[in-house]
């Protein structure tokens, strides 16, 4: 999840039973193809990507010049249905109520690495958060009277542009910083078209900026077949501007932690997992408190070369919700890698689903009185990515 734009979520939140993403965006492919087809263990992922978010993984990156570059095509489907209830609280009956399916590009990452002794540098740019998704549905009355026709769309991402160092010490502790700045925009175009002729439609266009600056530091310890790394986000000086008027966003720091372990066995097997931790409830705007909660995450995986120099991977990613537990997502990964002399090529799907009832969540109302919505979402992604040591 995109927890960096958390703040927009009083600036441009809307009631109608709209998912997380609308307002937190979806975090985008920050790593290589193979750490997302690990459940997106980026925090402990060898590539030039990678080491941008944990600067101290830089020191792990082959001798020379490096560069990495990753893309993804996703396909969204969000299924709402209707429930009607009667006075004693039970369901009368259920009616689709909106069904919206997209199938979309998503930016990726590219950066590149130079290893020289104990020393190590690697820049790039990756999008941190993408803010996609598009929204209809039939409005009613009381008696289920079609009265309007509702539509909501949602673009624009955020761009990191990072740097970042590491040097080793002993050949067993590693110790890295780096930084970036982060700026992109996101674009809301809200439209009501009323059945009666003589009401005035709605049409709504929103344009937001933002901007700010991420600092980071972490430390590794290598073990041989056991190597473990942590490190701190801290974000600095975000501001948003919409319509002209800025504001000031006090955003969380996150705590990251992680380890690598290789059993050394035939298949070459590789374990990675990922923890992170922040304090959404820190998260304010204009110094006014976000009533956000913390939100904490994970993800695991396992690669193992097959025969044939195929490297399968599995993995599962989970993270929590700063707004609501109902809107905890998880993810199941897959993916393959092909190495050929100095060339990597990964692929990797992931499936994450979420369902929730629309009054789990404060502040957003049923469309019609005594009612509620359940929805159903998914997506769908495809990862692809190269890898090139010179």
Do not use: C
């Amino acid at each position: 999840m995109g927890i960096t734009a958390g703040g927009l979520i009083i600036l441009l939140a809307l009631s109608g039973g709209l998912p997380e993403v609308m307002w937190l965006g979806d975090q985008g492919t920050v790593g290589s193809a193979a750490s997302e087809a690990m459940g997106g263990t980026t925090f402990t992922d060898d590539s030039p990507q990678s080491v941008l978010l944990n600067p101290a993984m830089a020191s792990l990156l082959p001798e020379g010049f490096s560069a990495g570059l990753t893309g993804t095509l996703a396909l969204d489907i969000e299924k709402r249905t209707r429930r009607v209830y009667d006075s004693f609280g039970g369901v009368v009956g259920e009616s689709e109520h909106g069904f919206n399916q997209s199938f979309r590009p998503l930016p990726g990452s590219f950066a590149a690495a130079w290893v020289q002794g104990d020393l190590a540098i690697s820049a790039g740019w990756r999008a941190t958060s993408t803010f996609g998704y598009e929204y209809s549905r039939i409005m009613n009355d009381g008696d289920y009277v079609k009265v309007a026709e509702e539509k909501l769309d949602f673009s624009g991402n955020l761009n990191d542009f990072g740097l970042a160092v590491a040097w080793t010490q002993w050949n067993v502790f590693s110790f890295g910083a780096g930084g970036s700045f982060v700026t992109g925009t996101r674009s809301m175009d809200h439209s009501i078209d009323y059945v009666d002729p003589t009401a005035t439609d709605l049409e709504n266009d929103i344009e937001t900026s933002i901007s700010g600056i991420m600092a980071r530091g972490s430390a590794l310890v290598d073990l041989g077949r056991v190597t473990v790394t942590a490190g701190i986000e801290q974000p600095m000086s975000w501001k948003t501007e919409v319509d002209t008027v800025e504001v000031d966003l006090t955003l969380p720091m996150t705590i990251r932690a992680g380890l690598r372990y290789l059993p050394g066995n035939r298949l070459k097997s590789l374990f990675a997992a990922d923890f992170w931790w922040a304090n959404s409830s820190s998260i304010e705007i204009d110094e006014i408190e976000a009533a956000m909660r913390n939100s904490w995450g994970f993800g695991a995986g396992v690669e193992n070369t097959l025969p044939g120099n195929t490297i399968g991977r599995v993995g599962f990613e989970y993270d929590s919700s700063p707004i609501v537990g109902a809107l905890d997502r998880m993810k199941f990964t897959t993916g393959l890698g092909w190495v050929v002399n100095e060339l990597a090529v990964d692929a990797a799907i992931s499936f994450s689903p979420i369902r929730w009832d629309q009054y789990q969540v404060d502040g957003l109302p049923s469309f019609t009185t005594g009612d509620s919505l359940v929805i159903e979402s998914s997506r769908t992604a495809f990862t692809l990515g190269v890898a090139r040591t010179f």
